[in-house]
């Protein structure tokens, strides 16, 4: 345990014991000052633990570390602070577990026994100061910049105002350095902040800018707002890693908080090694550089688990106040609800819906309520966007975490089994999933230059809901027995499916489509539907138009670059040729 | 297995299932191991499940049958379970407690370890990049098993899942590396035991395995600790000893009995199907300790078997349990009926790590596009099979006629092995051809042109 994690006792918190060890529920003996959701180091090998609950002279602590061997009698100590992290420049391209402790201090195996083995790297930063000594300045306002890879700034902390009495000169410094000093008070890089308390703001704005994630499912069809919220449902098998993984490294954010929240080790370790293996297109960088990793796979203690959404999101809140537009991934927010689950069973709380709190819903909403496109209280324009998976059990989208969330989101991307088997990526199903930033975001495509979006994201999902109902008639009566326009409709639909709303995440060139490709790539299938329609008018036979080889239409998702577009209208015009000798 | 005990206490409060409440305790931590000796002599062990004041929750491994309030002496060992871990374990045979099994003395071993394990640092995993071959031409085409993965068989009742387990583990290999299997048997009746210890006689014999198995009619909560020693073990061989090791745990569903009874006799508060909700936590515990560790030879590679009750796959054990791992083996009813061993449902399996640990100077360079060719090819002949019931084989096209075919080709030339051959993966994989190569080129579009020059005549073109 490093020294940042359990702080130094504040004065007057007494020292406690132990009363009772049930699994991660502990309960102490309680002193008077003792305050809810205080954190206590319980036992000579002082496991962090929290204050949930006190009654009478006891407290109930959940402990977030494994607390084999502890006994009542041992010791506890009352710690005066809750539970907090320290924010710093280095978060960036680090990996840390759910109580923010760097991942990398640890040896091979995470026992509760073995202490972090040496203290954290604490490297310097360029640091260039942006006011003068005498300046008066308020709570978030810029005291210089950082130069890490994404550009960083130190504020003002909340709370703090006054006279900048001293500001370190430009130079490299320590993260814990001082490096300035407002209103009589010390400010260094590093500040502390307790997780379950969102970071202020000045207020929240219209979330209306969208977030080209660079899956054209997505962005095509169930759009979201920077600072919008986003729930991803879908059973074992579905991809939701996947895609949550490919949105990680694809999306245009400054700032990626992916929270691996009681998932796969193996999969975690396969992301952090493509993290750190990619290049960001956007800053020349590794992909790693603008990412923050919160590992806590699904043998970790569980209780880290509960805890490593909130810091998260807190992790999210430091960047956002800096003006930065942050990404907050967290997979799989069902295993968080398991967490609380599993701590109200052994608080004996009265269940609700399958053994889950009675709190759930509202634990939910305050999570997703942490997602908002803001103004700083510097004044500058930062948002946090939330992106949960769901794992609803049985894939029974009834369930109570699934049901509860839909609720709460601005956006649904629905996985969807069959698509997923028939290796379809992304499984998003355009039936079942929703985006209500959809007309907020059309409004900020046609002030972008591009008027025709909403037009064409209509006319993509007419055409998808058209062919999925001909296909159920097809499987009755076979394709043969429909009128010509209706098997253009199903071949429409194929078209789409497999040209546009595909993608193949596993190719350099597909992995992810900027704006203007996913437009171009629509478009150039939108026309060769129309050519097609009109050809079947004039009196071509729908035989010959489904004989046309389509191929080249096809594959100009993986021929064209993620930002070109002239390979996609190379093939159009190639099939509209190939269309033009059939009539 | 346990140190001295310092302290035996006699106040036995309350029996309830396996549950054994003592009183007037002082100084027992939670999840330490305890010894229970019983009036008549007999000595059984447990672990604490809550310790309350002066109270502790016991539960007892080998149940509280017998038991009574008077004559219990209960010890506590001062800390969790911990077992000797070392290669003493490979040809030993051990009952679900660790004891041995087969007439020989008690393993020792130079350390120790603590059964519950600790987790694997996720940024030293290594991901998971090299195959385990296991002589089963479904698998090791279709479902290749990789190193440090964790891939489960989803069975029902009816099918020869325990004997494809067994073939796994008496065939797998790593390519000439160091290996061992681990064989944790849960809740197998003493015909199963009999088999499973013939089949896998010699590899015991060649030193390459371990074998824990609780029977049927052993005490159940013993299961809980069956698959923890099994993984511990494995453990050891592989990241301190430079193993591959393959740690096969049958029948998981039994396990999770175990838990909901346990779970039950607590009171705790029910999820799904009663099983407590802690059960996806609970199994990855066990799942989770496979892998690999950056900078250290060996691999855990585990195979856990569970049969679906009722075939429900929704079930909640077959569906925490797909949460976890890295894919599935799905067996059905149907390919058995059809009279094909492995009885492997080729769609519905899938190995998620397969595409890192299959191609070139790993399997074969061919391996991964014609594994994906196979599994497209035979969707198609799925879906022409229900087409040609719909609308009559006289409606099909010449090339979903071909695709009818196809299923019937890939039963009897691919699938279909002997229980105790060993299938080269050469073999296997040229089965796999010669099964793809009744269809037509103009039908193999996701085989490299290359590729289909060097196994087929090019003259075989047919318009579509």
Redesign the interface.
């Known amino acids: 345990m490093s020294a940042t994690d359990v702080p130094a006792p504040a004065p007057g918190a007494g020292r406690s014991r132990i009363l009772r060890v049930c699994g991660p529920l502990v309960e102490v003996a309680c002193p008077a000052d003792v305050a809810m959701h205080d954190l206590v180091a319980l036992g000579t090998g002082r496991l962090p633990g929290e204050v949930v609950a006190i009654d009478g002279d006891t407290a109930t602590v959940q402990a977030y570390e494994y607390t084999g061997g502890l006994a009542p009698g041992h010791p506890a100590e009352p710690l005066g602070t809750p539970l907090s992290v320290r924010l710093s420049p280095e978060l960036l391209g680090g990996v840390f577990d759910g109580l923010l402790r760097p991942l990398a201090d640890s040896g091979d195996l995470l026992a509760s026994d073995a202490p972090a083995a040496g203290a954290s790297r604490r490297p310097s930063w360029p640091f260039t100061p942006r006011v003068t000594r005498g300046t008066g300045v308020a709570a978030g306002e810029v005291l210089g910049e950082i130069g890490a890879r994404v550009p960083l700034r130190l504020l003002v902390p909340p709370g703090l105002a006054g006279e900048v009495g001293w500001i370190a000169p430009a130079g490299e410094h320590p993260s814990d350095a001082v490096v300035a000093e407002v209103g009589g008070q010390e400010v260094r890089m590093a500040q502390p902040w307790p997780v379950r308390r969102p970071r202020p703001v000045a207020r929240r704005v219209p979330a209306d800018l969208p977030l080209n994630t660079g899956q054209r499912a997505v962005d095509l069809l169930f759009p979201v707002a920077r600072g919008s919220t986003v729930a991803v449902p879908g059973g074992f098998g579905t991809g939701k890693t996947m895609l949550l993984q490919q949105i990680a490294k694809w999306c245009d954010a400054d700032v990626i908080v992916y929270v691996g929240c009681g998932e796969r080790g193996n999969e975690m370790a396969d992301v952090i090694e493509e993290l750190g293996a990619l290049t960001d297109p956007r800053t020349g960088g590794r992909l790693a550089e603008r990412t923050v990793t919160i590992a806590n796979t699904s043998n970790m203690p569980m209780m880290a688990r509960e805890a490593s959404v909130h810091t998260g999101a807190t992790v999210a809140e430091y960047f956002r106040d800096m003006g930065l537009h942050v990404v907050l991934i967290a997979d799989s927010t069902s295993r968080w609800a398991e967490a609380l689950r599993e701590f109200a069973s052994r608080m004996g709380e009265l269940p609700a819906e399958e053994g889950y709190p009675a709190g759930l819903a509202s634990q939910l909403a305050a999570f997703y309520e942490r997602a908002a496109a803001v103004r700083t209280l510097g004044g500058a324009d930062g948002s946090v966007t939330v992106i949960g998976a769901v794992s609803p059990p049985g894939g029974d989208r009834t369930e109570p975490v699934t049901a509860h969330t839909e609720r709460f989101v601005r956006c649904l991307w629905s996985l969807d089994r069959d698509l997923a088997y028939a290796r379809h990526y992304p499984a998003v199903s355009w039936s079942e999933s929703f985006s209500r930033d959809a007309p907020a975001l059309a409004a900020a495509h046609a002030r972008g230059g591009d008027p025709r979006w909403a037009e064409r994201r209509g006319r993509v999902a007419r055409q998808l809901a058209q062919a999925d109902r001909l296909a159920d008639l097809v499987e009755l009566v076979g394709i043969t027995a429909l009128p010509p326009r209706e098997r253009v409709d199903v071949l429409a639909g194929r078209l789409l499916r497999e040209a546009a709303v595909q993608q193949n995440a596993l190719s350099p060139a597909d992995a992810y489509s900027t704006p203007e490709k996913t437009a171009a790539l629509v478009d150039a299938v939108l026309t060769v539907i129309d050519r097609c329609l009109e050809l079947v008018e004039a009196g071509t036979t729908a035989d010959a138009v489904e004989a046309v080889d389509f191929t080249p239409l096809l594959r100009a998702r993986e021929t064209a670059a993620p930002a070109e577009t002239a390979p996609v209208t190379a093939a159009r015009d190639l099939v509209l040729a190939r269309l033009k000798e059939t009539a | 297995m346990t140190g001295p005990a310092p302290i035996e206490y006699t106040g036995v409060r309350e029996l309830r299932g396996p549950l054994v409440v003592v009183e007037g305790v002082?100084?027992?931590?939670?999840?330490?191991f305890a010894t229970i000796v019983l009036d008549s002599g007999e000595r059984r062990h447990g672990l604490v499940?809550?310790?309350?004041?002066?109270l502790a929750v016991v539960q007892v491994l080998e149940d509280t049958a017998g038991m009574n309030r008077t004559g219990t002496r209960v010890a506590f060992s001062g800390?969790?379970l911990r077992i000797p871990v070392g290669t003493g374990w490979l040809g030993r045979v051990c009952n679900g407690r660790g004891e041995a099994a087969d007439g020989g003395p008690p393993v020792l071993g130079v350390s120790s370890a603590?059964v519950?394990g600790?987790?694997?640092?996720?940024?030293?995993?290594?991901?998971?990049n090299e195959p385990v071959l296991t002589g089963v031409g479904a698998v090791d085409v279709l479902t290749t098993l990789v190193r440090?993965?964790k891939l489960p068989v989803f069975s029902a009742a009816g099918l020869p899942h325990l004997e494809l387990a067994v073939q796994i583990a008496d065939q797998a290999t790593c390519g000439g590396e160091p290996f061992a299997v681990v064989f944790a048997g849960m809740g197998l009746t003493h015909a199963d035991t009999a088999f499973v210890r013939d089949a896998l006689a010699a590899r015991s014999a060649a030193r390459e395995l371990v074998l824990f198995v609780n029977t049927a009619d052993d005490p159940v909560i013993e299961r809980m600790l069956t698959p923890r020693l099994a993984l511990t073990v494995a453990e050891h061989l592989a990241?301190a000893e430079g193993r591959h090791v393959l740690v096969v745990m049958t029948d998981m569903t039994a396990y999770a009995e175990a838990l909901r009874e346990v779970s039950a006799a607590r009171g705790?508060?029910?999820?799904?199907r009663a099983y407590p909700?802690?059960l996806?936590?609970d199994l990855?515990?066990l799942y989770?300790?496979?892998?690999r560790?950056?900078g250290?030879p060996g691999s855990v590679t585990v195979l856990p078997v569970l049969t679906m009750p009722g075939g429900d796959i929704?079930?909640?054990v077959p569906?925490?349990t797909?949460?976890?791992t890295?894919?599935?083996i799905v067996l059905s009813a149907d390919v058995q009926a059809a009279g094909a061993y492995p009885p492997v449902d080729p769609?519905a399996s899938?190995s998620r790590?397969m595409?890192k640990g299959t191609g070139p100077g790993l399997t074969r360079g061919d391996h991964p596009a014609l594994a994906a060719q196979l599994i497209?090819a035979l969707?198609r002949s799925r879906q022409v099979a229900e087409?040609a019931d719909?609308?009559g084989r006289s409606?099909l096209s010449p090339a979903d006629l071909r695709h009818l075919e196809l299923e019937d080709a890939f039963r009897s030339r691919f699938l279909t092995q002997g229980r105790d051959e060993n299938r080269s993966l050469d073999d296997s994989l040229d089965r796999a051809w010669e099964v793809l190569l009744t269809l037509p080129r103009g039908q193999l579009g996701m085989l490299p042109a290359e590729l289909l020059d060097a196994h087929a005549p090019p003259a075989d073109e047919e318009p579509r």
Do not use: K, M
């Not at chain 2, 002082?26 to 330490?32: A, F, K, L, N, Y």
């Not at chain 2, 705790?268 to 799904?272: F, L, S, T, V, W």
């Open positions: 002082s100084g027992v931590g939670w999840d330490e499940l809550d310790v309350d004041r002066d800390s969790p603590a519950g600790a987790p694997i640092n996720p940024v030293r995993r290594e991901p998971p440090g993965q990241f705790e508060i029910p999820a799904r909700g802690y996806y936590s990855a515990s989770e300790r496979c892998g560790i950056r250290r929704t079930h909640p569906d925490l797909g949460y976890i890295e894919g599935q769609l899938l790590l595409r497209a969707a087409l719909l609308v409606a």
